[in-house]
């Protein structure tokens, strides 16, 4: 009874937008949790769920009450899922310059294939709460009524067998999107300029960010716009499928739209005015990670067998939820390497540095979060290695074995997508720095030439990266080097990329035991999500693992040596070099 009343309580504030905190309808209905040696434990035999719903896959991972690993499984949506014919996830529009997307109903198809197969490996009635990542900045529009589907799921059926009239946008503008610049600059100059936006909302305007996303709508396809009663994020689009009920959007990735005041962690009046009309209320309410989204919906208990007291904690972006897997602390710096390259880590005050990304910290209520993001991630290495090493991610390693660190003074750029940071278009520059001789930079001329030898090549696409990476990292005047740097992503298992990262930053190189720290953070937030609720107020992450986290799947180990102090000295001098030849391009062929 209590638990059905529960579950009606969570429908109604997800439903009418009503703030809803775990203390406010706070009832001890689960195990309990447990106080031992400055941490919580949690009750045995329990399981935490966390998905990540990136560009190429949808990935979980399940922790233990150890907070160990006990099981992963993914569905990669080209291969598992063919007849959406996507390629890396995603769709490229062949007539609109930058216009890149994903189909809505692949995310939720995949969802279904997902717990199909965890729930033939595991005992999902043992899951006691989910939550997840997803790519950051991706948006759902949900059509006027779907509100009543979603709400009447029917668990003989599969999921994308009953949402396929959900949606007003059957193609969703996903973060890789860079369709939207002349929006972005009509919203910067509406608030009063990029730095402006940036102090209001954390970033200036970036194309793949919502306000931008929502603005071209209203403005090319406005009966779209007025057919939709709700906006989700990616992330809170699969946590309202797990409610059947509309989830409100996490604080941290809601920083990633261009509409919330960053301060307040509220919507901001400006910069909403400044996009569309009526938007707050399609947007519904923000809540903090840690928040109880609901319960799961009866759905997935009558099908897939959860326990129906199961919660769903705040779904959030991949970047946070990786940053909260790596239990990273201040001072520490992260280098993610997926389908785009990222590099986070927390700060109490950031600059004011209209590069970087701010947002929230993913775990804590006050501080935040700082990132820079390059969209020339893994799929531009891989095109690289396709070019020049057959292929082979061996191949592609023996060249970098084989070619020596500063690549004879080759320097490349290698934009395969319309580039984030610098904003410059698709295209390849390559230069080769003649009189370099490590020691300064007086004489040192670049000259532009059309391609290097194979090895060279993919040489100078890491070096040129990680440079990229290690300079704009100075620029926003984050700790360098790190006191911990760990690096996570798929590429983070490549000892060779790492080998690189530790020459480059001239730091020890970290890493935890699996390169997909998403989903693991997302079961890390799920578990964080559940102690707040059963607590009834916020609690520090930190008392889930203080004084234990070498027994966790947490654990970051020592992979890389820090390379030789004096070949770090020699890349500063060579990333100094790049910036100029990097700023120059951007004047010349950026979108500013
Ligand atoms: P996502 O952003 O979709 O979560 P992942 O973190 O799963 O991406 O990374 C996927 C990428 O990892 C693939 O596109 C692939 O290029 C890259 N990858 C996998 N193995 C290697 C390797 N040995 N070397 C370099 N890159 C790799
Ligand atoms: C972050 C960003 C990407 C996506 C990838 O701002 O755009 O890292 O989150 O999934």
């Not at 941490?39 to 160990?68: M, R």
């Not at 390629?87 to 995949?110: C, K, Q």
């Not at 709508?217 to 009966?223: C, F, T």
């Not at 005050?349 to 990132?371: I, Y």
Request: charged fraction near 20%.
């Amino acid at each position: 009874m209590v638990q059905r009343f529960l579950q009606v309580m969570f429908s109604l504030f997800s439903t009418y937008n009503l703030e809803l905190t775990a203390a406010a309808v706070y009832v001890k209905v689960l195990p309990f949790l447990t106080m031992e040696e400055g941490h919580y434990s949690l009750p045995e035999a329990t399981l935490f769920l966390g998905f990540d719903c990136s560009t190429q896959s949808l990935k979980a991972s399940v922790l233990d009450a150890n907070l160990v690993i006990v099981a992963t499984e993914f569905v990669r949506f080209d291969i598992d899922l063919p007849h959406y014919k996507t390629e890396g996830g995603v769709y490229r529009d062949p007539l609109i310059n930058g216009r890149i997307v994903s189909p809505p109903l692949m995310w939720v198809e995949a969802l279904d294939v997902m717990l199909e197969r965890l729930s033939k490996r595991l005992n999902l009635a043992k899951i006691v709460s989910i939550s997840g990542s997803a790519q950051q900045h991706g948006s759902v529009y949900w059509k006027n009524g779907s509100f009543r589907i979603l709400s009447s799921l029917n668990p003989d059926m599969r999921l994308v067998d009953q949402l396929g009239e959900a949606f007003s946008l059957n193609e969703s503008p996903i973060w890789m999107d860079s369709s939207t610049t002349e929006q972005c600059r009509k919203i910067e100059e509406a608030v009063g300029g990029a730095l402006e936006l940036h102090c209001l909302t954390g970033s200036r305007a970036h194309e793949r960010y919502v306000g931008p996303q929502v603005r071209k709508i209203y403005e090319k396809h406005r009966e779209i716009y007025h057919n939709t009663e709700r906006i989700s994020l990616v992330s809170s689009f699969m946590g309202s499928l797990l409610i059947g009920a509309y989830a409100c959007i996490d604080e941290t990735d809601g920083a990633g739209m261009n509409l919330m005041d960053i301060k307040k962690r509220k919507w901001s009046n400006v910069a909403l005015e400044a996009t569309a009309p009526y938007l707050e209320q399609k947007l519904g309410k923000l809540a903090p990670a840690y928040a109880v989204s609901g319960y799961i919906a009866p759905y997935f208990a009558n099908r897939f067998h959860f326990n129906k007291n199961c919660l769903i904690i705040q779904w959030s972006g991949d970047n946070p939820n990786s940053l909260a897997g790596l239990t990273l602390e201040t001072g520490d710096l992260s280098i993610s390497l997926g389908t785009s390259d990222t590099v986070f880590g927390i700060t109490d005050e950031p600059q004011p540095c209209l590069e970087s990304h701010v947002f929230p910290n993913p775990v804590d209520t006050k501080g935040f979060m700082v990132m820079l993001v390059y969209k020339n991630g893994s799929l531009t290495r891989e095109d690289v290695r396709n070019r020049y090493a057959d292929g082979s991610w061996e191949i592609f390693n023996k060249h970098l074995r084989q070619t020596p660190p500063l690549n004879d003074g080759k320097l490349g750029f290698y934009y395969k997508e319309h580039e984030i940071l610098p904003p410059l278009p698709v295209g390849f520059h390559r230069y080769i720095l003649k009189n370099f001789t490590g020691h300064s930079l007086d004489g040192v001329i670049e000259q532009e030439v059309d391609e290097f030898d194979a090895p060279s090549e993919v040489r100078a696409l890491i070096e040129g990266q990680l440079l990229s990476m290690r300079a704009h990292v100075e620029r926003l005047g984050m700790l360098l080097p790190p006191k911990r740097l760990v690096v996570t992503g798929g590429a983070s298992s490549n000892e060779c990329i790492l080998a690189a990262v530790a020459s480059i930053f001239g730091c020890d190189v970290h890493t935890v035991p699996r390169p997909d720290s998403a989903p693991l953070g997302a079961a890390l937030r799920a578990a964080h999500g559940w102690m707040c609720y059963e607590k009834g107020s916020f609690v520090p992450l930190g008392m889930l693992y203080d004084g234990k986290l070498e027994k966790t799947s947490l654990c970051s180990k020592l992979s890389v040596n820090a390379g030789d102090p004096i070949l770090a000295a020699k890349y500063a001098l060579v990333m100094r070099k790049r910036i100029e030849i990097e700023d120059r391009l951007v004047r010349e062929l950026g979108r500013l």
